[in-house]
Every structure is written in structure tokens, then in C-alpha cells.
């Protein structure tokens, strides 16, 4: 059977005495002193939700770029477990964890063990939702050249439970949406023989007609210690590119809150968006536009490392 | 935050398994202490299940071998780190990818391994099994798959759900769905694309006759019912046993291993009960 790519190498790596497993795919050409990380997306083992991140690290790979995608304490092949109750702990509670810097130590040790293996001076590091949050937070590292954050959350998820906690644009539209049912005979038929949610339905139009009425919305407080991570990376002039789905309900957030705050022309980062694309990618058509969309941006990265 | 697994006397390797289809991807944990000790493989279940599962499937793997089972944990091609494209898998391929890893612990270890399948990974190990294309000390089957055809409908359930989300609306049910995917357009289930093959395998499986081949001692664990035709089996011992679907994206995060592994060291590892608590 043919190989179209070369297996990684499985190595493993020490952090505050646990040991935690990364794969490491080998740049193929000559190499370009940068080196790529991708981190956990929350719970999911280090080849990423239907392996996206062995997609990503494949495409990278064949540009010259080392990259090391590694599975944190507490998941995949690496040691180590949450704290939690022995009857267990709501998982957002660990998202929280996650957002406000779980991590960081063992994205800090995987920085330090992709230079050792592979000489490379410059580091990148990326991921996905919860992977994008480690890598932010982590660019303190002084070999951290830029971060690339996928779908990246800004506000506390765990604070994100029902539709009285969504931003004013995503409770319009879903409000809108159930006005517009009200002349669809099929909605009807599904809300007379009890197939409609009732519950996301009473909550979406109270919600919206409690704004109308003068409630407001409710103050949507963004992720504090990611914030201070990203004014950090971008004082140190690191390469920052965020990329959203835009059918992601974390898009709406990142345009409502964080964009809002942090416009894009003072704060110099990059942003891309894949049209009809949802959170996971979970479509071939978006994940062939999210793949070109990463090669296009580290292709520049590099040249411009390679002139610094 | 974190707390270091506890009954640690495990060592773990990484390695490559040769396979058919392309290198596997696995993980052997065995015991510190020297001495034969019986060995187990573990058949995870399929696509979104097993990314769920996985970090479940670790933990019972060094409970396994705290308890002295030497325990070999691999991926099928196409999925986690192993070679391969998920869109060629088909119930074959699960069961070629199988019956390789069972071949590298037999080598490793000297021994005829037992296995415990999963979910989908049940149902894998009990098409090997009849077909005689394994040979198999025992068999731990945690709430299996067993009418597959039903499985399948659940999978597609997910991708009419995305297009409800995606689209506002049904673009194609079911039955165009399988259509498609025979016609060469994988139908992608979270992320996972189904090929015509695969489907067709799983609508065209029937497990009831494989059964009325299996001769190795089984244990069936599942928090409901179990199958008719898994309760009814002479060599198939069934306990109930409430458990949290460790395969699902969960809400509450459980830290110790799943409810089934001390009845699975009894059935694997008799004489072995001393499992200590491996997080």
C-alpha cells in the first residue's frame, strides 16, 4: 500500500512530573527555523475533532514546517487527571479551567521539547476552540513568533447556558426565525404534534421580548485572563490570526464583543472567516478552505521569519 | 488542578502496528512486576464515539494493567493517530485492523489475548470471532452494538440534525442520504464520512448468525437490557451495571474509569481483583 505521508514521531515529554505524549511530524524540505504546535480542542485527543489537526499538521509539514501536536495532562495518551468529585464535576467547569489557563505549563513544556527535538529558534502555536485559548495564553514563551486561533471562544463558555445569556444579534435572529415560522404550515404541524423544543422556543421569544421592553441584554463578560493574553502576544508584536466559521455562534460573539473593543485595524491582527462553515469544520467543502486558508498564512509567516 | 494516576506501577509504550491497511497507531500498558500475565486488547468503538471514549478506554487500560493484564489499545485506520482515511473504513477493514493488533499482542506477549470490545468494537470482535479469523481466550463486550442496521439510523439522525442546523430545513433524508454515499458521496456523520461500502455493511451485518457461531466464553456489561440474542447465547454471561455513556460528548466529567471495568479485571484477570484505583 502506498504512503502519501510519513508517520509522526511519538515522543514524550515531562511537565510538573507528569508525562505527556505529542506526535511530532517532520518537515519535509529544508527546514525554516519555525516550528508549528497545535493543542487539545477541550477533552479531544491530540489528532483533533475527525482529525483535523493531523490534517492541518500534514498540510504543514510539507512546507517545511515541523509540527508537534500534543495531548495536555488529563487527555489523550498523556498522565495525569482532573480534580474532580468522585460522582464528577459539570465539564463546563473544566472548560473554565481551560479558559483561564489550565495549560499554559504543559503548552510552555511542548514549546521547549519541539526546539530540543528539532533546532527550530521560531515557534507557532495553534488550535481550535479550547486549543486556540491555550495557545494565546501561551505565547508568552520567548520563542513564540505567532499564534493562529480557530473558532476561538472569548467569553467564559461555562457562563453561556441559555438563550437569556446569548448576545442581542444571535437572540434576534433566532427570534426572527420562529416569526418566520409562524406562516410555514410544516412548523406548525411540528409544533401541534410535539416535535417543536418548547423550551428553546419559550426561552428564545421571552428572551427577545424582555429586550425589547427595556431589559437588556445581559452584561456578556468576556474571558478576562484571555483578554490580558491577547493585549500581551499583541504588545509583543506576535503574528495573531484568528479564523471563524461564520455559522459558529462563537463568531457572533467574537464580531459583538471582542471586535467591537478591539478593532482589527489598531490591534494589527489578521482575520479570516469560512463562509457556511460550523464550529467543528465537520464538512469536506469547509475543511478544504480552512486548510488553504492555514497554508496561505504560514506560507507568508515564513517568508517573512525567514527575512527578520 | 490535576492529579497524578494513582497505582501507577504501569509502564506504557507507544508503537506502530503492521496492518493491511496501513501502520495502527497503539499504546501497550503492562504491568511493572515481571510474570505471565494475561493479555487484553481493546476494540474501541467507531468515528465520534471513540474520540469520546477514548480518554475513558486509557483509564480501564492502566486499570487493566494495574491489575496485571499486559493491554494493548490501538486505532483503527483512518482514526486517531493511525494511517489511513476514515472514508475507506468499512466493517472489513474494523475487522482486519483487529485481528493485526490482536496478532502483535500474541507476538508480544506469548499468549492468546482476550478481548474487550466497545460499542461498535463489540460487534467487531463478534464478527471476528465467528469467522474464525481470531482466536480468542475471552471476550468483555461493554454495552454492545449488536443490531447495527439501527446504529447506522442513529448516524444519519445526526447528519439530518446538522442539515436542520446548517440549512433551516431537511435537504436530503435518510434514504437519499445512503443514495449518495453509493453513489460516491460520503455521507459525513460530525465530521466522520460514511462511505456506500460502509453502510452497506452495517445495513447488511447480521450479527444473530455470527453469534450462533461464537464458541469463547463471553461477558456482556450494559447499563440496559442487553440483546436478545446476546442474553439468550450459552457461552454469554450478562450483568446490568448503570453507567454513565462515557462514548457521548458528557455534560459531567467522571475521573475514575468506567462502572464496568471491576467486573471486566474479575472476568480477565480472576485472582487479579486487587485493582487499585487508577484515575
Known amino acids: 500500500m502506498s504512503q502519501l505521508f510519513p508517520l509522526p514521531r511519538v515522543v514524550s515529554f515531562s511537565c510538573e512530573g507528569f508525562t505527556l505524549y505529542g506526535s511530532l511530524h517532520a518537515a519535509e524540505g529544508p527546514s525554516r527555523d519555525i516550528g508549528m504546535i497545535l493543542f487539545n480542542q477541550g477533552p479531544l485527543e491530540r489528532a483533533g475533532a475527525h482529525r483535523l489537526s493531523i490534517q492541518i499538521a500534514r498540510r504543514w509539514a510539507k512546507q517545511g514546517l515541523p509540527v508537534f501536536r500534543v495531548d495536555a495532562r488529563g487527555v489523550g495518551d498523556s498522565e495525569g487527571d482532573w480534580s474532580v468529585p468522585p460522582d464528577g464535576a459539570p465539564i463546563r467547569m473544566l472548560y473554565k479551567q481551560v479558559e483561564e489557563g489550565a495549560w499554559t505549563a504543559d503548552a510552555h513544556a511542548a514549546i521547549d521539547c519541539l526546539v530540543r527535538e528539532t533546532g527550530v529558534r521560531h515557534v507557532v502555536l495553534g488550535g481550535l476552540c479550547g486549543g486556540a485559548i491555550t495557545a494565546l495564553h501561551a505565547a508568552t514563551h520567548p520563542a513564540v513568533c505567532g499564534v493562529v486561533m480557530v473558532a476561538m471562544p472569548v467569553r467564559p463558555q461555562s457562563e453561556v447556558v441559555g438563550a437569556g445569556d446569548l448576545v442581542d444579534s444571535k437572540v434576534k435572529e433566532e427570534a426572527k426565525d420562529y416569526v418566520a415560522k409562524v406562516f410555514a404550515p410544516d412548523a406548525w404541524k411540528r409544533f401541534l404534534t410535539m416535535q417543536t423544543d418548547y423550551g428553546t422556543l419559550w426561552s428564545v421569544m421571552s428572551t427577545r421580548l424582555h429586550r425589547l421592553v427595556g431589559g437588556g441584554a445581559p452584561d456578556a463578560g468576556m474571558n478576562v485572563p484571555l483578554l490580558r493574553s491577547f493585549v500581551a502576544a499583541s504588545k509583543a508584536k506576535r503574528r495573531l490570526l484568528f479564523v471563524y466559521p461564520d455559522h459558529d455562534y462563537l463568531w457572533t460573539e467574537f464580531e459583538e464583543l471582542f471586535q467591537t473593543r478591539y478593532p482589527q485595524a489598531e490591534c494589527g491582527y489578521e482575520l479570516r472567516t469560512i463562509a457556511n462553515a460550523n464550529h467543528t469544520f465537520t464538512e469536506s467543502d469547509w475543511q478544504a478552505e480552512l486548510y488553504a486558508t492555514l497554508e496561505a498564512w504560514s506560507q507568508g509567516l515564513s517568508a517573512r521569519e525567514a527575512g527578520a | ?279
Open chain 2, 1 to 279: 488542578m490535576f492529579e497524578r494516576t494513582s497505582g501507577g506501577a504501569v509502564r506504557e509504550e507507544p508503537l506502530w502496528c503492521p496492518a493491511p491497511g496501513g501502520a495502527l497507531y497503539g499504546m501497550c500498558y503492562s504491568p511493572e512486576r515481571e510474570g505471565p500475565s494475561p493479555a487484553v486488547v481493546i476494540a474501541a468503538p467507531d468515528g465520534e464515539e471513540r474520540v469520546w471514549a477514548t480518554r475513558s478506554l486509557v483509564r480501564s487500560a492502566r486499570g487493566l494493567a494495574a491489575a496485571g493484564c499486559t493491554v494493548l489499545r490501538f486505532d483503527y485506520r483512518g482514526q486517531g493517530e493511525s494511517e489511513g482515511e476514515y472514508e475507506k473504513t468499512t466493517l472489513d477493514t474494523l475487522v482486519e485492523d483487529l485481528v493485526a493488533a490482536c496478532g502483535w499482542l500474541r507476538e508480544r506477549t506469548g499468549r492468546t489475548p482476550s478481548l474487550l470490545g466497545v460499542r461498535l468494537g463489540a460487534a467487531v470482535g463478534l464478527l471476528a470471532a465467528a469467522m474464525a479469523a481470531l482466536e480468542l481466550q475471552r471476550m468483555v463486550l461493554w454495552e454492545p452494538v449488536v443490531d447495527t442496521a439501527q446504529y447506522l439510523n442513529v448516524l444519519l439522525r445526526v447528519n439530518v440534525a446538522m442539515q436542520m442546523v446548517a440549512h433551516g430545513r431537511v435537504l436530503h433524508e435518510r434514504q437519499e442520504l445512503i443514495a449518495a454515499a453509493r453513489a460516491g458521496k460520503p455521507v459525513s456523520v460530525n465530521g466522520f464520512n460514511l462511505s456506500g461500502a460502509y453502510i452497506d455493511g452495517l445495513l447488511g451485518t447480521d450479527l444473530t448468525a455470527a453469534l450462533s457461531r461464537l464458541a469463547v466464553p463471553t461477558l456482556v456489561l450494559a447499563g440496559g437490557a442487553p440483546p436478545a440474542p446476546l442474553a439468550q447465547h450459552p457461552h454469554v454471561r450478562v450483568e446490568r451495571i448503570p453507567i454513565v455513556p462515557f462514548w457521548r460528548e458528557p455534560k459531567v466529567h467522571i475521573a475514575g474509569p468506567p462502572a464496568f471495568l471491576g467486573k471486566t479485571v474479575e472476568y480477565l484477570a480472576p485472582g487479579r481483583q486487587d485493582l487499585r484505583e487508577v484515575s
